[in-house]
């Protein structure tokens, strides 16, 4: 019973392709994440949803649009690849409710590692 | 501006040996949260430990350890009787309370633990 899981776990691409990565959780969390790890191991957020809501945005170019259709699951749809977006891209989640304290450990994904050529 | 330091990018030891991972934060909140998460090289980040900010009482799972000192802003793990298992990236974390939930994670110290 896998917790979060995203697929797909690779995907190897063409510059200027679109592409999306899917994430589930069967946790029943509220809050979902997105993180890019670059190929010096950082880990960064990108996006984060409470319960279908966008909370978090950081800087990322408008290329990089989530999708929540429930809770339980946060897409990430990238346009344009580019070469620099090649990282390790891992969804995330955890029981955090806004306004209800925020301070829920976050389960992690096994990583979607993407390639753009 | 919050921010996490782990000063040491690699260390080395042998079996048997017990090893010290820094980390260092700051932070202007006074709720907060402190994590450890592991990854191996199969790659998946595993949660090792979460710590508010209320709490500095150290912890110990095994032979994991934590030693959470809010005077000096630090967070760090020992581990006891290194095992070659414990081969991994260890990524220290913080989360404030007031910054919608997101984890600020340091620059990870890969430990490597030779047989």
């Known amino acids: 019973d896998t917790a979060v899981s995203q697929t797909p776990k690779y995907l190897v691409t063409q510059m200027g392709n679109d592409k999306s990565i899917k994430c589930e959780q069967n946790l029943g969390h509220d809050t979902m994440y997105w993180y890019k790890q670059d190929s010096k191991k950082f880990l960064k957020i990108m996006f984060s949803?409470?319960?279908?809501?966008?909370?978090i945005n950081e800087t990322v170019p408008n290329r990089f649009s989530p999708k929540s259709p429930d809770k339980a699951h946060l897409n990430l749809h990238i346009n344009s690849l580019e070469l620099g977006d090649s990282a390790v891209y891992f969804c995330a989640s955890s029981q955090d409710r806004v306004g209800a304290g925020l301070g829920d450990e976050q389960f992690f994904g096994p990583g979607t590692r993407l390639t753009v050529l | 501006a919050q921010k996490v330091t782990q000063a040491q990018t690699e260390i080395s030891v042998v079996e048997k040996e017990d090893v010290t991972l820094d980390c260092v934060y700051e932070?202007?909140?006074?709720?907060?949260?402190l994590f450890w998460y592991k990854q191996p090289p199969s790659g998946e980040l595993v949660f090792l430990i979460r710590?508010?900010?209320?709490?500095?009482q150290n912890e110990i799972s095994g032979r994991y350890s934590w030693n959470f000192q809010k005077s000096t802003s630090s967070f760090n793990f020992t581990i006891t009787a290194s095992q070659v298992v414990d081969s991994a990236v260890y990524f220290c974390?913080?989360?404030?309370?007031?910054?919608?939930?997101?984890?600020?994670f340091g620059q990870g110290t890969t430990l490597q633990v030779k047989p």
């Open positions: 974390a913080l989360k404030s309370s007031g910054n919608t939930g997101k984890l600020i």
């Open positions: 949803y409470n319960n279908k809501e966008l909370i």
């Open positions: 932070t202007r909140d006074t709720t907060y949260y």
């Open positions: 710590r508010n900010s209320f709490d500095e």
